[in-house]
Antibody, heavy 114, light 111 residues
């Protein structure tokens, strides 16, 4: 199982846009959905949304108005954008296939602070 | 506030059997598969059980999952100190446009 590679800005100010990218293997995307999941410090897991290779997305209703997940087929990269962030969006963000892969990547800590 | 309910904590002594419940509704557990994750301190979650009661490769069969109606449970047999972790259930919810939902998590302590 090849771990996805994630990157993006780790420190944001309130009202800015969170932007993360996750590189996956092409074959791992074919026929599957990839999700973004987050975990605030000391709290539980929250599913943000998912995308498949055709670009079909599903979002958490509580975040839908602020979230965009996209996929660049030429680079096998999925992206997460979350706009108008607040301190409540401080979390470790994971890209994963939660119902498929045993091991997830290391995640990316994003801190929102003024 | 999650649509899935788990007890916040559970505990047992080494060798004991511990069971964690996960309660949902007809739009999630009642219709869809349940998944369980283990998160050891300071690490990323790990898929422990998929499709209600299936083990991914490498997961010991001391962990077992079951589902009945709108509830599911994870049992840990022969509890070991290394099982001390947070455990999350999850399922797809068909309400609204559909979304994946995690339970709030259960902290298992080995006494």
């Amino acid at each position: 199982q090849v771990q996805p590679q994630q990157w993006g800005a780790g420190l944001l100010k309130p009202s800015e846009t969170l932007s993360l990218t996750c590189a996956v293997s092409g074959e791992s995307f074919s026929g599957y959905y990839w999700s973004w999941i987050r975990q605030p410090p000391g709290k539980g897991l929250e599913w943000i949304g998912e995308i498949n290779q055709s670009g079909k997305t599903n979002y958490n209703p509580s975040l839908k108005s602020r979230v965009t997940i996209s996929f660049d087929t030429s680079k096998n990269q999925l992206s997460l954008k979350l706009n108008s962030v607040t301190t409540a969006d401080t979390a470790v963000y994971y890209c994963a296939r939660p119902s498929i892969d045993v091991h997830w990547g290391q995640g990316t800590l994003v801190t929102v602070s003024s | 506030q999650s649509v899935l309910t788990q007890p916040p904590s559970a505990s047992g002594t080494p060798g004991q059997r511990v069971t964690i419940s996960c309660s949902g509704s007809g739009s999630n557990i009642g219709k869809n598969y349940v998944y369980w994750y283990q998160q050891l301190p300071g690490t990323a979650p790990k898929l422990l059980i998929y499709r209600n009661d299936q083990w991914p490769s490498g997961v010991p069969d001391r962990f077992s999952g079951s589902k009945s109606g709108t509830a599911a449970s994870l049992a840990i047999s022969g509890l070991r100190s290394e099982d001390e972790a947070d455990y999350y259930c999850a399922a797809w919810d068909d309400s609204l446009s559909g979304f994946y939902v995690f339970g709030p998590g259960t902290k298992v302590t080995v006494l």
